[in-house]
């Protein structure tokens, strides 16, 4: 069956709320087995969160704009799937489920949203800014604009998304998960507003899409509240072009549960303040991960950004006193290009918690691109973590068991105004072969 949500009523004027027309066709296609329901072109839909069910393809149609509600009031509560009546907020993702969601799913198997038009999620009406280099809301998290929650062969296609709030599509639970060519173009100064966040989901493939974000652009989750759902495993990256403020592809930071078996390739990033960042934090573990043919382009961003401009950084520390970083091992960069204002950064623990390390054809350009300073490396969060001052290498490893370097080169275009130093530094690290050539 496919319907229009013009024959359910929808008024498509950008000022009208047509969430009851919306859902009232979703809810019918639904129904009657499965179908399209489609957003048609020249309009803007106006609507407050809704709800997708399974079998259900939601289509918004080249030059048509779903446009979320700035009433908070109107949107799904994940954690009941009803739509809550006050602004009381419940924790975090990384201990609970998101507060809100615009877009909504749960239990649903085979929904997709796609179309080449926008979805909207109207950032402007839940942040403000506090400095000039971020906004920011009064309260946390602010509404995520796609979550799915337990929805296997979810498919998310050529469509775009802008102006998230907070993260903007969050697959939580979910096997089989296509996220194809799809645009992610976000204000790179909202706090918060990660491009893709796949969560304790697995058999995820998120191919040729660009993101646009602040924050991280496609980041890997394991979190808390959705623990029940087991590992992160089985994921596959590849011809993406991304731009972030924080780390362009991350792993971690809400890492309660483990990651494994993630293959990441043929990726350009540029303009970001991180590039590739495992960053483990709580009890999971990370194994099985390879990085390959990928350029990354990095510069520094103020410091109310996590990172210093890293290509490429590992890292497990303790959250705090009662929480304990897991263990990081079998992970491979080959073919890798990056030309930035600080090196590769690899910082584990006097418990050797990051385990062999392989780097096969790594160049790294070290250059001056901002004003920001120069020499500093950044481990936030963690008990007693913060930025360190130390000269910017090419390479600095500390705390790792067993690393090798095949032909990995160091150029330094400048000095960094002194703040630049050797091409390799290797603090307490066990088992080194190779070397820099």
């Known amino acids: 069956m496919n319907h229009t949500v013009r024959e359910y009523g929808a008024a498509g004027d950008g000022r009208t709320d047509d969430r009851a027309a919306i859902q009232a066709a979703i809810d019918a296609v639904c129904a ?7 957003l048609e072109s020249g309009h803007t839909y106006y609507s407050s969160s809704l709800i997708l069910k399974e079998n259900v393809d939601m289509h918004v149609e080249k030059g048509a704009r779903l446009l979320a509600s700035a009433d908070l009031s109107t949107y799904v509560h994940p954690n009941d799937g009803q739509r809550d009546a006050g602004v009381d907020r419940v924790g975090t993702p990384v201990t609970l489920k998101p507060s809100y969601a615009f877009l909504y799913a749960k239990d649903a198997a085979h929904v997709t949203i796609s179309g080449e038009g926008v979805i909207d999620g109207n950032c402007c009406a839940f942040v403000k800014r506090v400095s000039p280099y971020y906004v920011t809301g009064d309260f946390y998290p602010r509404p995520t604009l796609i979550y799915a929650e337990h929805c296997d062969h979810l498919t ?4 775009t998304l802008t102006n998230a709030p907070f993260w903007t599509l969050h697959p939580a639970g979910c096997d089989d998960v296509l996220i194809s ?18 969560d304790h989901s697995k058999n995820v493939r998120i191919l040729g899409c660009h993101i646009e974000c602040a924050d991280d652009a496609i980041c890997l989750k394991s979190s808390s509240g959705n623990m029940e759902y087991g590992p992160t495993e089985n994921v596959v990256i590849a011809d ?35 590039g590739i960042s495992i960053q483990i934090r709580d009890g999971g573990n990370v194994e099985h991960v390879f990085f390959t043919n990928i ?8 410091d109310c950004w996590w990172g210093t401009a890293e290509p490429i950084t590992i890292s497990s520390h303790d959250r705090d006193q009662e929480t304990h970083s897991g263990t990081i091992r079998d992970i491979r960069f080959a073919h890798i290009r990056c030309d930035s204002e600080n090196g590769v950064f690899f910082s584990g623990s006097p ?18 691109k901002s004003r920001w300073p120069k020499g500093q490396y950044d481990l936030r969060p963690g008990y007693g973590k913060g930025i360190e001052e ?10 790792v068991d067993g690393i090798r370097f095949t032909d990995c080169q160091v150029t330094f275009a400048d000095d960094g105004g002194g703040k630049f130093g050797e091409p390799c530094v290797l603090q307490d690290s066990l088992r080194v072969r190779g070397e820099i050539l």
């Open 181 to 198: 060519r799809i645009r992610i173009l976000n204000p790179l100064d909202v706090a918060n507003s990660d491009g893709i966040d796949p």
């Open 295 to 302: 350029f990354i382009d990095t510069r520094r961003f103020a």
């Open 156 to 159: 998310v296609k050529d469509i």
């Open 240 to 274: 993406c072009t991304l731009v972030s403020t924080s780390a362009a592809l991350k792993i971690g930071t809400e890492g309660t549960g483990d990651f494994r078996n993630v293959t990441v390739h043929d990726c350009h990033i540029s303009r970001s303040n991180r």
């Open 390 to 399: 130390c000269k910017s290498a090419g390479f600095m490893v500390r705390d």
């Open 32 to 38: 009657s087995g499965g179908g399209r329901v489609t």
């Open 351 to 368: 418990e050797k918690k990051i385990k062999d390390v392989v780097l096969e054809d790594v160049s790294v350009t070290l250059r001056t």
